[in-house]
Nanobody, 115 residues
Framework: VQLQASGGGPVQVGGSLRLSCAAS???????????MGWYRQAPGKEREFVAD???????NYADAVKGRFTISRDNAKRRVYLQMNGLRPEDTAGYYC???????WGQGTLVTVSS
């Protein structure tokens, strides 16, 4: 399974970004069943959970992003999205998508929030 994350970039405080993660090398039925997640790693810090979404259940969010971030998926396109609103400087990090069943990670996309 290969994961390609995109959509990061510089943004001002309070702004929005939409990250996208495209999966390849996985058949549709398996992708649809797998939990997909977003994680982030800030400079000098450990990678942390942001959000995930199962094939059929409700999404889960880290407390730090609840109410601001929304994870969604389009199984037909084998894509997972992270809509980020109300961005804060502490959201600055490399954002990585993950396919739980395959324990596969994308290469990351950098989000930089500045005032």
């Amino acid at each position: 399974v290969q994961l390609q994350a995109s959509g990061g970039g510089p943004v001002q405080v309070g702004g929005s970004l939409r990250l996208s993660c495209a999966a390849s090398g996985i058949i549709l039925s398996v992708f649809s069943f797998n939990s997909m997640g977003w994680y982030r790693q800030a400079p000098g810090k450990e990678r942390e959970f942001v959000a995930d979404i199962t094939g059929s259940g409700p999404p889960n969010y880290a407390d730090a992003v609840k109410g601001r971030f929304t994870i969604s998926r389009d199984n037909a396109k084998r894509r997972v999205y992270l809509q980020m609103n109300g961005l804060r400087p502490e959201d600055t990090a490399g954002y990585y998508c993950r396919c739980a069943g395959a324990n596969a990670w994308g290469q990351g996309t950098l989000v930089t929030v500045s005032s």
